[in-house]
């Protein structure tokens, strides 16, 4: 029985490790030249304007293709938990080449999703979005302070300044 469950643990670990896909999703974009301090900037500025728009709060993280900072910004009134957060959801979505979403999405369904919960550092709540220039992945962002629908539309806005 013993050896049984060492198996099973095994199998589930295994399994824990294989890529999250959809099949919208395909095979996930390769890595290309990581994203500049400018560049950084533009973004997070374009998912701020966003956010004052809506009054919403937000703490915004711009991350290279390795998930490293380049670039944070918190507006006045967020709320502190957001920092680590908005920085998490950046680097889940640079790390794992995919939204955060995507791990929002597969965890809600159930069944194999629940094997996410095993992924070190996979985020599964919408607002973190890879940063996408000539196909290919250059960084990340990460909104966090209102409802993951919220974070989603603040992080696309910043996103949407690289297409």
Same mark, same amino acid.
């Given at each position: 029985? !013993? /050896? #049984?469950? #060492? =198996?099973?643990?095994?199998?589930? +670990?295994?399994?824990?490790?294989?890529p999250v896909?959809?099949?919208?999703?395909?095979?996930?974009?390769?890595?290309g030249?990581? #994203?500049? +301090? %400018?560049?950084? !900037?533009?973004?997070?500025?374009?998912?701020?304007?966003?956010?004052?728009? /809506?009054?919403?709060?937000?703490a915004?993280? &711009?991350?290279?293709?390795?998930? %490293?900072? *380049?670039?944070?910004?918190?507006? %006045?009134?967020?709320?502190?938990?957001?920092?680590? =957060?908005?920085?998490a959801? $950046?680097?889940?979505? +640079?790390?794992f080449?995919?939204?955060? !979403?995507?791990?929002?999405?597969?965890? $809600?369904?159930?069944?194999?999703?629940?094997? &996410?919960?095993?992924?070190?550092?996979?985020?599964?709540?919408?607002?973190?979005?890879?940063? &996408?220039?000539?196909?290919?992945? *250059?960084?990340? &962002?990460?909104?966090?302070?209102?409802? $993951?629908?919220?974070?989603?539309?603040?992080? $696309?806005?910043?996103?949407?300044?690289?297409?």
């Amino acid at each position: 029985m !013993k /050896h #049984i469950s #060492i =198996v099973v643990c095994a199998l589930l +670990a295994a399994g824990a490790l294989m890529p999250v896909r959809t099949a919208a999703q395909g095979q996930p974009n390769m890595y290309g030249p990581t #994203i500049t +301090a %400018d560049q950084a !900037k533009t973004v997070a500025a374009a998912a701020v304007a966003e956010a004052k728009k /809506h009054q919403w709060t937000m703490a915004v993280a &711009i991350v290279d293709t390795a998930g %490293d900072l *380049v670039y944070f910004e918190k507006m %006045d009134n967020t709320q502190v938990g957001s920092v680590d =957060v908005a920085i998490a959801k $950046a680097r889940s979505s +640079a790390r794992f080449k995919r939204p955060t !979403k995507a791990f929002q999405d597969a965890l $809600a369904a159930g069944g194999e999703g629940w094997r &996410i919960l095993s992924l070190e550092g996979a985020v599964a709540v919408e607002g973190g979005l890879p940063l &996408i220039v000539g196909g290919k992945i *250059v960084g990340a &962002i990460g909104a966090s302070g209102g409802a $993951a629908q919220q974070d989603g539309v603040t992080a $696309a806005a910043g996103a949407a300044t690289l297409k």
